[in-house]
């Protein structure tokens, strides 16, 4: 593989980007329609959003990930978690390793800002790359559950359900005692 930088996206990033996730994951109809410039971000908090390319030495996209806290974002529970929401190496460079160094690094980062667990939903043909990096993966449907309360409904854990085609991936970030989420058994 050529030498790869992984860096924050910039605004110059996003047509290829955008075309490379939408051809990528042309399923995610939401994130395919939502502008990228709203995703910027070099995830300088744990409410950041991280979003990053990685490039050759001409600066061609090979791969690129999006990383938010998407609980708060969408429930407004003010909790430590990044969502992977988005990960896609080009076609011509798979199985080369970038998609695990855009895992790691999403990983370094998040741990950087206090970040207390990483988790997604994937389709069961890509539980494999999830599993392979060290990540716990559930079966179809499963629920992700925690030693939080939503906001809306204080009397009861966070709980989290994939849909029926979808399982969930979640890795604990960092080692202090923060609000985590748990595979339900
Ligand atoms: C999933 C994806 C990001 C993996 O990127 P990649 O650069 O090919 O992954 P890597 O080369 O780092 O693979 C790391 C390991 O995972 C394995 N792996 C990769 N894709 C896999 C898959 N779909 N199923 C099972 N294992 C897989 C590799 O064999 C490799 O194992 P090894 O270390 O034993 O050789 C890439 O295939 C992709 O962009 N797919 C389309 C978009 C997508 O499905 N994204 C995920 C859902 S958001």
């Given at each position: 593989?050529?030498t790869?930088?992984?860096r ?32 910027l ?6 409410d ?8 050759d ?17 969408d429930y ?13 190496v ?24 206090g970040?207390?667990?990483?988790y997604?939903?994937c ?6 790359f ?5 990540l ?10 925690s030693?939080v ?10 709980e ?11 890795t604990?970030v ?12």
């Amino acid at each position: 593989m050529p030498t790869v930088t992984i860096r924050p996206a910039l605004p110059s990033d996003l047509p290829d980007l955008s075309a490379l996730v939408a051809t990528a994951l042309p399923e995610l109809k939401l994130v395919n329609t939502t502008p990228w410039s709203r995703r910027l971000g070099s995830g300088e908090h744990w409410d950041s959003n991280l979003l990053l390319v990685a490039v050759d030495q001409q600066g061609s996209l090979l791969g690129t990930c999006w990383a938010d806290s998407a609980i708060y974002r969408d429930y407004g529970c003010p909790v430590p978690w990044w969502c992977l929401n988005v990960i896609a190496v080009s076609p011509v460079t798979r199985g080369q390793g970038l998609g695990s160094r855009l895992v790691d690094e999403v990983i370094e980062r998040a741990q950087a800002v206090g970040v207390s667990s990483l988790y997604g939903l994937c389709v069961p043909d890509v539980v494999g790359f999830y599993a392979r990096q060290g990540l716990s993966v559930t079966a179809p449907g499963a629920r992700l559950t925690s030693d939080v309360a939503p906001t809306d409904a204080p009397d009861q854990p966070l709980e989290l359900t994939a849909p029926e085609d979808h399982c969930w991936f979640v890795t604990d970030v960092g080692t202090t005692p923060l609000p985590r989420l748990y595979l339900t058994s």
